[in-house]
């Protein structure tokens, strides 16, 4: 497996997103995009080509702020990703960002966005990396200590609230880089990119210099096993 090639801000993510939807547009009149998970809000900027979104989301009261607030979305669909009905061979393009880690058996997921996606259609999964230091350290905690650190850490105000991460999270296998690539050699899909991302160690003052210190320390008392550089992976795979 090559080294991991790491985003260097928020905005070169973003730029290499909305560039490889753009792209998909010269194949088609009008995309046809899948928001898997669409949470409460579209996050790129896709200004310059037509496209349709249909959003999917289990959690009803984020989908409905969706609707009615920003209404951005074509069709929105109340479901789960492991069981809902949606015609194959149907989309352009997925987004699926910061949902599988909080599924179980997202395998299953995986496998209908195989099936939904049109032949040379691209999947965009964002993931928590499960074998990072902070992919490990959320896997070993309590789920209230989650929304501890969201609200008082982080100082968000709604977090745990109906509507409002944070989420239960599993952080099953497939939910890491090996579970990745090993999917997609079963699958046939082609990883077109591969990146790594460590916004998380951005910033400065006494709790950032903590955290990159216990991150560091974690990573090397696991003898290379856990991954500090980064927390979260972002994909962008094509389906044969």
């Known amino acids: 497996m090559t080294k991991l090639k790491l985003f260097k801000t928020r905005a070169h993510e973003s ?8 792209r998909k547009a ?30 999917v989301d289990l959690d009803k009261d984020a ?33 699926n960002s910061f949902v599988l ?25 964002r993931i928590p990396d499960r074998n990072s230091v902070y992919g490990f350290a959320t896997r070993m905690t309590p789920f209230w200590f989650h929304v501890f650190y969201k609200k008082y850490i982080q100082g968000i105000s709604n977090a745990g609230q109906p509507g409002f991460d944070p989420y239960p999270t599993y952080h099953e296998e497939v939910v890491s880089r090996n579970g990745i690539h090993d999917f997609c050699m079963r699958h046939q899909c082609r990883i077109k990119e591969e990146y790594g991302q460590g916004y998380y160690l951005d910033g400065k003052g006494i709790l950032h210099t903590l955290i990159r210190a216990f991150v560091m320390t974690a990573a090397l008392l696991s003898f290379g096993k856990l991954q500090w550089k980064h927390n979260n992976l972002t994909y962008i795979l094509e389906k044969a």
């Open 15 to 22: 730029e290499l997103l909305e560039t490889s939807i753009k």
């Open 26 to 55: 010269a194949d088609a009149s009008a995309l046809r995009i899948l928001e898997a998970g669409c949470g409460r809000k579209w996050p790129l900027n896709l200004g310059g080509i037509e496209y349709t979104i249909t959003g």
């Open 63 to 95: 989908l409905e702020f969706r609707k009615t607030k920003i209404r951005d979305l074509d069709e929105t669909i109340l479901g789960d990703l492991r069981s809902v009905e949606l015609d194959e061979n149907s989309y352009d393009v997925i987004y």
């Open 101 to 125: 880690e909080h599924v179980r058996d997202a395998d299953r997921v995986l496998d209908n966005f195989i099936k939904w996606l049109k032949s040379g259609g691209i999947l965009i999964l």
